[in-house]
């Protein structure tokens, strides 16, 4: 693990996750948005733009955005000044920056500067008819968990920030050479990445716990069901992939899936990436669980 790591927030950052949680909600019930966000968002959509969306096929140009864009300037350029330089770039601008880190099995549309075209369209919509009525705290809290992020990042190795901001998420790859760190509210408490050949686009949750209090609860939902116990009691020791839990503990993938996602949330569980991003094993935070019985008992002393 020999990667470095870097930290940047523009609100397009926000405005691309929130359109594409929209478009691909599944994980919305382990979300703070809730299972119901995308039906709040729609009754906010006009019906011309919802069908505009829902008619869309293959949106792979979206995932790869933060390719076309210059991060060395970014965070001091709003929305409409990014897109405005993204809509100026020739279609061979955007080949000589997206080939050398498109995944292998996805191919090139015939149009590319079409898709360039309605991919700005539609985040200027979802701008102005969604992003933009977001409360006034929105981005001075997503600009505040930037610059703690830049700090962090003077004061302790690239794993050990990636594994505080992500609640356990550990890279165990000589093949990623960076990890480019955004802050995010609506993704919150998960963590979703891209991966760019050797170099990581991540999203981490803004801020996860506004309390001890509120982290204690938490924990505790995680804790109550039997069968989150015995994953944790399974993962004693030694890693576990999904497949393993699913045999060890008898249940149905998407049960397992449920229970560790919901560990995830809590911040129980380490999740170690393997070399190639391909592959998740998962191991107990044991740390945080120490931490867990020191607030319990600091509540009652």
């Not at 929130?18 to 006009?46: F, H, I, M, T």
């Not at 050398?100 to 979802?126: C, F, H, N, T, Y």
């Not at 050990?160 to 509210?185: A, C």
């Not at 919901?262 to 044991?286: K, M």
Request: glycine share 4%.
């Amino acid at each position: 693990m020999n990667y470095t790591v870097s930290a940047s927030f523009s609100p397009i950052d926000e405005l691309l996750l929130s359109y594409l949680l929209y478009k691909n909600p599944k994980n919305s019930k382990y979300l703070e948005v809730g299972k119901d966000w995308r039906k709040q968002v729609e009754a906010r959509l006009s019906t011309h733009f919802k069908n505009e969306i829902e008619t869309l096929g293959d949106e792979w140009l979206f995932h790869y955005l933060h390719v076309l864009i210059d991060k060395q300037t970014y965070e001091k350029q709003t929305i409409e000044d990014i897109l405005s330089e993204v809509s100026q770039l020739s279609a061979g601008d955007i080949l000589e920056r997206i080939v050398p880190v498109l995944k292998q099995d996805k191919a090139l549309p015939q149009d590319i500067l079409g898709e360039r075209d309605r991919m700005i369209s539609i985040l200027k919509e979802w701008d102005k008819e969604y992003f933009s009525t977001l409360p006034s705290s929105t981005i001075p809290l997503l600009q505040k968990a930037n610059e703690k992020t830049k700090e962090q990042l003077t004061k302790a190795t690239p794993t050990k920030v990636i594994e505080e901001l992500t609640n356990g998420m550990i890279f165990e790859s000589s093949f990623i050479k960076h990890i480019h760190v955004m802050p995010s509210l609506h993704f919150r408490p998960l963590t979703t990445y891209t991966l760019y050949h050797d170099c990581i686009s991540l999203y981490y949750p803004a801020t996860t716990f506004d309390s001890k209090e509120a982290r204690i609860v938490l924990i505790g939902k995680a804790l109550s069901d039997p069968k989150r116990l015995r994953i944790l009691q399974q993962l004693k020791g030694e890693k576990r992939s999904f497949t393993e839990l699913v045999h060890l503990i008898g249940d149905t993938k998407g049960n397992i899936h449920h229970h560790i996602s919901i560990l995830n949330t809590a911040g129980l569980i380490n999740r170690h990436v393997d070399e190639h991003c391909q592959n998740t094993l998962y191991s107990p935070r044991v740390p945080l669980l120490k931490e867990l019985d020191k607030h319990v008992h600091a509540l009652f002393s």
